[in-house]
């Protein structure tokens, strides 16, 4: 059970947006992506650290009465990448897909894991240890598959979100995304709960996703409505995706219960989940928001590196630092590790995302794998 370019660019850290036109941006959708990062930052400082075993001397205990329902953050993540990779999928192949999400996730993540590997290596021990086969293993992103941990935990959530990338790109293979959506939806939200209120194997978990399903569909359905799309048939699809994935929340509470010992209010979850669905569903119908454009793509773009960032090395600087003041401390830890989140975003991730995306798109094309609908048209008359 879990605990919860010139062309398109976006995953649940990323922003629907062509580089050349703000204009095309979903603007309130980057805002909304930072609150949902730092929700998370708020629950690993305040409410995490705290009351799990490991790391009882870290973070901010005093805030974990509502600190707690922070990792709501990661489910709002999910609904955001279901609405972004709807957006993402058009106009391209599943070799076009693939290689933007590669291009896209992959870079960013290797380096951050590597940043996060040499601090605790550094700096770490002896209350954080790490090894050479740690690192390599954490290349896969899904260590434990090779018997080690990750090298930060967040890095669970990064493993859903590529399998989700790893199933649309099989159906858009498949000529079935986003043709198919409805009956795509409706399948997956079907096996979902049946998994769940019956046999709860491991398998279908891991594989089909069935604890996050609803996330990911309600933001499949409400990039529908986004496109312009009304008809009963959508209504109904998106209310059902919604109330899949409240029931995902507050099913993800034994977990979290029996790991925390804490108790959890089960309305609250359910609230703040839907009122999260509520506000990614709004914010897509605002066209453009009162503030700079650059500003706007600046806070999108730190969200990725900061959601991988904050967490491990965040724990291991605490620790060294010992500071009297912890609220000053973690403080100090957040806008620097958010500062080099954004000097990672502004001179690191673009050029490195352009040059492997080119590479592959080159390669692809020298196997016959088009990466654009039109070329497979030329290639296939």
């Not at 973070?59 to 609904?79: D, N, Q, R, S």
């Not at 979902?192 to 209120?197: G, K, P, R, T």
């Not at 020298?366 to 497979?376: A, D, Q, T």
């Amino acid at each position: 059970m879990s605990p919860i370019t010139t062309e398109y660019e976006f995953m649940t850290y990323d922003a629907p947006v062509r580089k050349t036109d703000t204009s095309s941006r979903v603007q309130a959708l980057d805002l909304l992506r930072l609150v949902a990062v730092l929700s998370v930052v708020v629950y690993h400082y305040g409410f995490r650290g705290p009351s799990t075993g490991d790391f009882t001397h870290v973070a901010i205990p005093e805030i974990g009465t509502f600190a707690m329902y922070g990792f709501l953050g990661v489910p709002a993540f999910f609904v955001i990448s279901g609405f972004v990779i709807a957006y993402s999928a058009e106009g391209r192949t599943a070799t076009g897909f693939a290689i933007a999400r590669f291009s896209r996730i992959y870079p960013t993540f290797v380096l951050c894991m590597t940043l996060t590997f040499l601090t605790v290596l550094m700096i770490g021990q002896p209350d954080f240890t790490t090894s050479a086969g740690q690192w390599i293993a954490n290349l896969l992103i899904a260590a434990p598959a090779l018997h080690h941990p990750y090298m930060d935990s967040a890095y669970w959530s990064l493993v859903i979100e590529v399998t989700f990338y790893a199933w649309v790109t099989v159906l858009i293979a498949a000529g079935l995304f986003p043709r198919r959506i409805d009956a795509i939806v409706l399948a997956w939200l079907f096996l979902s709960i049946a998994n769940e209120l019956t046999i709860d194997a491991r398998f279908i978990e891991v594989v089909f996703l069935a604890d996050d399903a609803g996330y990911f569909a309600t933001g499949l359905m409400i990039y529908e409505f986004y496109r312009g799309r009304r008809d009963l048939m959508l209504y109904g699809i998106l209310c059902l995706s919604a109330g899949v994935a409240v029931f995902h929340a507050v099913h993800s509470l034994a977990w979290l219960r029996s790991h925390s010992g804490a108790t959890f209010d089960a309305w609250i979850v359910a609230a703040i989940c839907l009122a999260s669905i509520m506000t990614i569903l709004l914010a897509t119908q605002i066209k453009r928001l009162p503030l700079s454009p650059q500003l706007v793509i600046a806070v999108g773009g730190i969200t990725y590196p900061l959601y991988l960032l904050h967490q491990q090395i965040g724990y291991t600087l605490f620790v060294r630092m010992a500071p009297a003041n912890a609220k000053l401390g973690v403080t100090a830890i957040i806008l620097g590790i958010g500062f080099a989140s954004w000097i990672l975003w502004r001179y690191v991730e673009g050029p490195l995302q352009r040059v492997i995306r080119s590479h592959l798109t080159g390669c692809a094309a020298r196997l016959g794998w088009p990466s654009k609908p039109e070329l497979v048209a030329r290639s296939n008359p």
